[in-house]
C-alpha cells in the first residue's frame, strides 16, 4: 500500500500515546492525519513517529510534549517537554522551526535534536546546520555538523558532540515489546507490530503477526475490537473536518471585513481560496458518512453472530459494547451531517459576498 501523505502524519506509535485535539484527548491511530493546534503526548517508554508531506520525519522520545503550531507557508513547532528528533528535507530559508521555551531551532534541511526539561535545554546537529536563537540572550547560534548548543540554567555552552544516542530509530527490541502486547490480545498493537516489522524488515516477526491477527480474527471478540479501531479513525477524521469547517468559518468572517474596508482585490484571492475549501469539503462528508455507514451495518452483523456466544456473562458484555458503539458511530454520523449543512450554509454566504467584491 502507497500512504499519500497530504499533511503530518503518525506513522507509527508504540505505548502511551495521545493526541490533544480542539479540547479532546484522542487515542492515535496508524497513519492518522495531524494538523495545526493537535499536540502529541508521549508518556514513559512511548515514542511516536511522524512523517510531513515532504517526507521529513520528527520522532518523539518518551514522556515529550510536543505541537504543531503552523503547516501551511512554512512548518513551525512547540515543544513543551521532552526530546525529538527530527530528519528535515531541503527547504527554501530556515522554514522549519522547533521551538521551546528558551530556544528557536531553524533548518532549511538536516537531521538534528533537541531536548528541553526545566533546568535545562539542547540543540545538537547530526547532519547540515541549525540556526539556534536563545530567547533569553535574544542572540543566534549557527551551529554545523557533530555541534551541540546546550543551556544549563544561566550558563550557555557549545561544543561538539562526542557520539550520538540514536534512540530516534526503530529497533528490535521495539518491536518485541509490541509483539509482547499483542500477544496479549491488543488489537492495536498487533497492527503496529506489522507495520514495525516491515519497518525493520524482520520476515519472522512478520509471520508471527500473521498468525496473531488470524487467530484474533476468529472470535466474535476479535472482530469487534478490530471495528473499535475503526470508529476511532473515523473519530479522529470528524474532528478534523469539523476543524476545517470552523477555519472555513473564520475566513468567510476575514472576507467581511476585506469587502467592507474596500481590499477588494485580496478579497477576491481570499473568496477564490475558500471556494476550493469548500468544494474539497463537501466529497470528504459523504466519505465520511459511508465510512460510518458501512461501520454500523459491520457492527449489527455481529449483533447477529452472538448466537455463536456460549457464555452468557461474555455474550451479555459484547453485546453492551455493540449497543455503545451503534450508539457512538452514530453521534459521528451526526456530525459529519452537521458540517455538511454548515458548508451548505457557507457556500450560500459566499456566493452572497462575492457580489459585493467590487472589480
Known amino acids: 500500500m502507497v500512504l499519500l501523505i497530504i499533511g503530518a502524519v503518525m506513522t507509527l506509535y ?6 490533544r485535539r480542539a479540547g479532546e484527548v484522542l487515542d492515535p491511530v496508524l497513519n492518522m492525519e495531524l ?9 514513559s517508554g512511548a515514542k511516536a ?5 515532504d517526507s521529513s520525519v520528527i520522532v518523539l522520545n518518551e514522556n515529550t510534549t510536543f505541537t504543531i503550531v503552523e503547516e501551511k507557508t512554512r512548518r513551525r513547532f512547540f515543544l513543551s517537554w521532552g526530546s525529538v528528533w527530527a530528519k528535515v528535507k531541503k527547504l527554501a530559508g530556515w522554514n522549519f522551526q522547533i521551538e521551546s521555551p528558551v530556544t528557536v531551532a ?18 545538537g546537529v547530526v547532519e547540515g546546520k541549525v540556526d539556534v536563537l536563545d530567547k533569553k540572550e535574544g542572540r543566534h547560534y549557527l551551529l554545523d555538523k557533530m555541534k551541540q548548543y546546550k543551556r544549563v540554567r544561566k550558563k550557555v555552552l557549545i561544543r561538539r558532540l562526542k557520539r550520538i544516542n540514536r534512540w530516534a530509530e526503530w529497533k528490535k527490541k521495539d518491536l518485541d515489546h509490541v509483539i509482547k502486547l499483542a500477544e ?8 503496529i507490530a506489522e507495520a514495525l516489522s516491515k519497518r525493520i524488515n524482520s520476515p519472522d516477526a512478520l509471520q508471527r503477526i500473521k498468525a496473531l491477527r488470524t487467530e484474533q480474527n476468529r472470535g466474535t471478540e476479535g472482530k469487534l475490537m478490530r471495528i473499535v479501531f475503526r470508529i476511532r479513525a473515523l473519530d479522529a ?12 468559518g473564520s475566513g468567510i468572517g476575514r472576507l467581511k471585513n476585506l469587502i467592507g474596508s474596500g481590499k477588494f482585490k485580496l478579497a477576491r484571492t481570499v473568496a477564490s481560496e475558500l471556494e476550493s475549501r469548500v468544494s474539497a469539503s463537501f466529497p470528504e462528508t459523504f466519505e465520511l458518512e459511508a465510512r460510518a455507514k458501512r461501520i454500523s451495518q459491520d457492527l449489527r452483523i455481529l449483533l447477529k453472530e452472538l448466537k455463536n456466544i456460549d457464555d452468557p456473562k461474555v455474550k451479555a458484555r459484547v453485546k453492551k459494547e455493540i449497543m455503545k458503539n451503534i450508539k ?15 458548508l451548505e450554509r457557507y457556500r450560500n454566504l459566499l456566493n452572497k459576498l462575492k457580489k459585493g467584491i467590487k472589480p
Open 49 to 53: 513517529e511522524i512523517m510531513e508531506k
Open 237 to 248: 477524521d470528524v474532528s478534523l473536518m469539523e476543524r476545517k469547517v470552523r477555519r472555513i
Open 184 to 191: 496479549r490480545g491488543n488489537l492495536q498493537a498487533t497492527i
Open 35 to 43: 494538523s495545526e493546534g493537535d499536540t502529541i503526548i508521549t508518556g
Open 328 to 342: 457512538r458511530v452514530s453521534v459521528a454520523r451526526t456530525r459529519v451531517r452537521s458540517q455538511r449543512t454548515r
Open 106 to 123: 531553524g533548518v532549511r534541511g538536516t537531521e538534528f535534536f533537541v531536548c528541553f526539561t526545566d533546568d535545562s535545554s539542547q540543540v
Open 14 to 19: 508504540m505505548g502511551d500515546v495521545k493526541v
